[in-house]
């Protein structure tokens, strides 16, 4: 079923399927190309920025729109889809108010008053971002708040928690959850001392442990990585700087004399435990996985060279310079020793690992691939074998762009692929979009199901796969 859009040609990120939709929707018995497996049950979930109210389109950022979350429950060979706008504080006061009232980043510094009402957050949580599933809960993130906590399957907002009252930072976006000990780690960065603080949280739901970590200055660092043993953190050159937004420039900023080093510190550590290796200078916004092997600490993750990040990558003249590759660090404990290596040729993000094998050795690591013309854009996804060292895509097709896809576990999966790869698509000549189920065993094949969804389904962030509730 075709759809229409509407066009904002001012900004990139309002054109086209960047451009958010309205509607909550519920859809099923869709059109499907091919049969959805039986033993896919569970809940595919995407979020992404979807601006209700916006302050003004010029200046809108990607990191600016409000949450909403288009979600696909499979079972037993059906599906239905849903989408739903996150209703943080910030969305429900700028929806009684009728229009903005939250400028959006890069606007923190026009004169023009807000009407904030007495008692609003000064700060929107955009929960906007990416999820955590821990506990049996559901956490829709935004890196600079508290998380919110969602209810399945009908993505209903429960509200920020603070984990009575232990939450004393900023909640990243990508926390850490081992399966095996069930704990999740998380931390979260600032603008001011300490610009790092982490946390463990048990089980069962409890934070148990926080401490500060010390970096010279505040960076972007808006992923980190989790061994069964040590927690990891990279102190990287992208920087924030208020100073820098006052003086008319970006608040986030490549700056390659601030150099790389990752930081390791055992997972119940504290900040005079941390070790820091120094690494060859470079950007790395999501990591894939991290584990131990004897003495050392493997780290993969998508590693460009340089970053657009305050373009959010929108230069297209250096793509290659500023589009990541799979990538790997072995830090050596005992002889501090790091060894760095480019692990595939072909240019990704949104690494993502069988996430039940998160914290522990894993042999695939499943990404994104970058289109090689067009900024920000996804033509396809990779799969990267470590004991091989093979890398096997497949692309969507001409004018078919996607996002993050997540690896979902077959009912009864006895080896680490075992499964499906699940992720949203857009075919921009048919105005479709679409939700593609990939045999993780046969990549290349392509599609086992698409299903055609009734409804557009913009570009996102991150997604997440639940199979038990």
Not at 87 to 109: D, I, V
Not at 301 to 307: D, V
Request: aromatic share 12%.
């Amino acid at each position: 079923m075709a759809q229409t859009e509407t066009a904002h040609a001012t900004n990139f990120f309002l054109d086209g399927n960047f451009a958010p939709v309205s509607d909550e929707r519920d859809a099923q018995d869709m059109p499907v190309l091919g049969e959805i497996p039986k033993d896919l049950v569970g809940h595919f979930l995407r979020i992404g920025p979807n601006p209700a109210h916006i302050f003004n389109e010029a200046a809108y950022h990607t990191f600016d729109g409000d949450g909403m979350i288009h979600a696909m429950t499979f079972n037993e060979g059906s599906a239905h889809y849903r989408n739903r706008f996150v209703q943080t504080e910030g969305f429900q006061l700028e929806q009684a108010h009728g229009g903005w009232l939250y400028k959006g980043m890069n606007s923190m510094m026009d004169p023009t008053p807000s009407e904030l009402p007495t008692g609003a957050p000064k700060n929107k949580n955009l929960a906007n971002t990416a999820f955590a599933y821990h506990n049996k809960t559901l956490y829709a993130l935004h890196e600079p708040s508290q998380p919110t906590v969602i209810d399945l399957p009908e993505l209903t907002t429960q509200g920020a928690t603070n984990f009575d009252g232990k939450l004393k930072h900023p909640f990243t976006a990508h926390p850490k959850v081992d399966h095996l000990s069930g704990e999740m780690m998380t931390f979260g960065y600032a603008f001011q001392a300490p610009f790092v603080t982490y946390s463990v949280i048990s089980a069962s739901g409890e934070l148990m442990h926080s401490t500060p970590i010390t970096i010279s200055k505040p960076v972007f660092m808006h992923d980190f990585a989790v061994t069964e043993k040590y927690s990891l953190f990279l102190d990287f050159p992208i920087t924030l700087d208020i100073e820098r937004a006052i003086a008319g420039g970006p608040a986030l900023g490549f700056e390659p004399e601030h150099g790389s080093r990752i930081g390791v510190m055992p997972r119940f550590g504290s900040d005079q435990d941390v070790r820091w290796f120094d690494v060859a200078t470079g950007s790395v916004v999501h990591t894939a996985n991290a584990w131990d092997d004897g003495d050392n600490v493997v780290l993969q993750a998508s590693r460009s060279k340089t970053s657009d990040i305050a373009g959010a990558g929108l230069n297209a003249e250096n793509l290659e310079e500023t589009q990541g590759q799979l990538y790997e660090w072995r830090i050596n404990l005992t002889t501090g020793v790091v060894t760095e290596r480019t692990l595939s040729t072909v240019y990704c993000d949104f690494t993502r690992v069988n996430d039940l094998h998160a914290c522990h050795p894993t042999r695939y690591v499943y990404a994104a691939a970058f289109n090689p013309q067009r900024p920000f854009s996804f033509d396809g996804v990779m799969k990267f074998d470590n004991e091989t060292q093979a890398t096997t895509t497949f692309q969507y097709g001409a004018n078919r762009f996607g996002g993050e896809a997540v690896f979902a576990p077959r009912v009864g999966a006895t080896t680490e692929d075992d499964g499906y790869l699940v992720c949203f698509v857009q075919d921009e000549a048919a105005q479709q979009s679409e939700c593609l189920i990939l045999d993780a065993q046969d990549l290349a094949a392509g599609p086992v199901a698409t299903i055609m969804v009734p409804h557009r389904v913009p570009y996102g962030f991150h997604a997440t796969w639940v199979g038990d509730l």
